[in-house]
């Protein structure tokens, strides 16, 4: 009888040129609807807020899956959840996939 093999999921850090981001981060396990694509570990989204003085600020909404979900083999533990929201902050800061690859 084989049996498959786990491993952590696999996800890419930004360059370390990518600016951090400098907002308020919020974590929300809830990729599987909001992200819309049923292979995503995760997304981001910025939310922007303005106070009564009309002072502006934004956070980085970042929707995960939760810590345990496997998938095509890898499973999100910790270690790898981590890496997923410095990946998804980096989103935040503006950082593209598409320049990820130039």
Not at 28 to 40: I, L
Not at 52 to 60: I, K, L, N, P, V
Not at 67 to 92: D, W
Request: charged share 20%; aromatic share 6%.
């Amino acid at each position: 009888m084989m049996r498959a093999i786990i491993v952590a999921a696999v996800i890419a850090l930004p360059p370390k040129h990518t600016p951090p981001f400098d907002g308020q981060v919020i974590v929300v396990p809830d990729a599987a609807t909001f992200c819309g694509r049923p292979d995503a570990w995760g997304c981001a989204s910025l939310l922007w807020t303005a106070d009564e003085q009309g002072r502006t600020s934004y956070a980085c909404v970042i929707h995960t899956l939760p810590i345990g979900t496997v998938m095509k083999r890898q499973v999100l533990n910790a270690k790898s959840h981590a890496r997923l929201i410095e990946h998804e902050k980096a989103h935040c800061s503006g950082w593209t996939h598409e320049r990820a690859r130039l």
